[in-house]
């Protein structure tokens, strides 16, 4: 069984997907610690009530993003995870910090990626006309948002979307995704090796497609 730490921000409903998943045998995995760099968000509760370690780590309260990723990465170490599973965590995150578990360390994006990399990635699909939003679920690099892409899910854009409805319907398409490339993981589909080996390429052969799911 694999062990797993998340890095969340905020609500926390991927991790649940992922919490849910290795309850019900779905990931070969448990997530012994859950850190957050806000106290108080809903993220910490689902910890809690899974039985994992709940940490918050305040980015506010450090004077340097070097110096908060020094006490997140110290944080982390002391599980010694397999892999590092990011889900909602707002930081970017530096170089140093990134390059002691790359090949480990995987993000779930809300847009299809490599298209709208970093934030307000709805509005921008939006008023870019696209037909299709969705995810990426991908290796973590320095580059933000730029790793080697493991697997997407693409959600069709309705004529009178705005940003909040369509944010929930790939939201609930990311909980179909995310905890099938965790287990992806877990089983050694993707090994270290290979997400090393594709670190200086992309995007990766993407293995499955899935379409678009409105249940999660
Ligand atoms: N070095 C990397 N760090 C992070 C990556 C990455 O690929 N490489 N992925 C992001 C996740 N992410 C999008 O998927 C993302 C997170 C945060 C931001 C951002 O602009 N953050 C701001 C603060 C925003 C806030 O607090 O609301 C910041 O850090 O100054 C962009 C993209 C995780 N980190
Ligand atoms: N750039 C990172 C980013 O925007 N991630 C996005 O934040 C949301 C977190 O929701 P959750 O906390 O309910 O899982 C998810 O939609 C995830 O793709």
Not at 30 to 47: E, F, H, Q, T
Not at 67 to 74: G, I, Q
């Amino acid at each position: 069984m694999k062990n797993l730490v998340v890095l969340v921000s905020g609500s926390g409903s991927n991790l649940q997907a992922i919490l849910d998943a290795c309850e019900q045998g779905k990931i070969n995995g448990r997530v012994s610690a859950v850190i957050s760099n806000r106290p108080g968000v809903r993220g910490l509760i689902r910890a809690v009530q899974a039985g994992a370690d709940a940490i918050t780590i305040d980015h506010k309260l450090y004077a340097s993003r070097a110096e908060f990723d020094a006490e997140l990465s110290r944080r982390i170490d002391q599980y010694q995870p397999d892999f590092l599973v990011l889900a909602g965590f707002m930081r970017i995150l530096t170089d140093e910090f990134v390059n002691r578990y790359v090949g480990k360390m995987v993000n779930i994006h809300p847009s299809l990626l490599p298209k709208y990399t970093g934030l307000q990635t709805h509005q921008r699909a939006i008023d870019a006309g696209d037909t299709f939003a969705g995810a990426t679920v991908h290796y973590v690099t320095p580059e933000l948002d730029g790793g080697p892409l493991i697997m997407q899910i693409q959600v069709a854009i309705a004529a009178n979307d705005d940003a909040l409805a369509l944010s929930k319907r790939v939201l609930a398409a990311e909980h179909a995704l995310y905890p099938q490339v965790i287990q992806w993981l877990c089983e050694g589909r993707l090994t270290l090796a290979e997400g090393i080996a594709h670190l200086d390429q992309k995007p990766l052969h993407l293995p499955v497609q899935m379409n678009n799911t409105s249940t999660c």
